[in-house]
């Protein structure tokens, strides 16, 4: 079934970076498009940003565009995400989300999540 | 962006209740409709995928329905471990949206 183990996240003022990872394993990772979701206090699901199972194709959602970038390294089975010039507003628990689709046929829904790891952006 | 809107926004059950959970696309999303459930503090768990079909593993008093706009989560006699927030998401377009949550109480 497989496991994604997200880490990097902490306490940070508005304006800095910090770069989150996603170690994934038990499933064939460079195989699948990787999702970035992430989840404000009490608050519901944002999609944030996704890569191809080959890191070429990426998306993003417009609020994080410019400032998010998405990488991965398929021999080390790694995802990261590096947030540049953080807001307030990017204070959330963010997932790291395998895609349920396989190669050239992303669906775009998520199958297996990480626990998360908490962003929180002090202003 | 195509909005996602979940009715109720939250919703008192008892064990053994039908409930019914619907989900309205701002556009025609064909069946690219998925259903997930959240309980506190944990990850989201994909329920169903394509609208309408059950992702393996998920017990089958969980079932999915609907295309177009219009689509229904029901859950046909609501057993403890139920009572959790449960989101759709459109997977027709990026940004991929979800609806605003309905929590099952």
Known sequence: QGQLVESGGGVVQAGTSLRLSCAASGFSFSDYAIHWVRQAPGKGLEWVTMIWYDGINKDYADSVKGRFTISRDNSKNTLSLQMNNLRAEDTAVYYCAKDRGRRRLPQNAFDLWGQGTMVTVSS | ?105
Request: a neutral charge; glycine letters at 8%.
């Open chain 2, 1 to 105: 962006d195509i909005q996602m809107t979940q009715s109720p926004a939250s919703l008192s059950a008892s064990v053994g209740d039908r409930v019914i959970i619907t989900c309205r696309a701002g556009q025609t999303i064909s069946t690219y409709l998925y259903w997930y459930q959240q309980k506190p503090g944990k990850a989201p768990n994909l329920l169903i995928y394509a609208a309408s079909f059950l992702q393996s593993g998920v017990p089958s008093r969980f079932s999915g329905s609907g295309a177009g706009t219009d689509f229904t989560l029901t859950i046909s006699s609501l057993q403890p471990e139920d009572f959790a927030t449960y989101y759709c998401q459109q997977s027709y377009t990026p940004p991929f949206t979800f609806g605003q949550g309905t929590r099952l109480e």
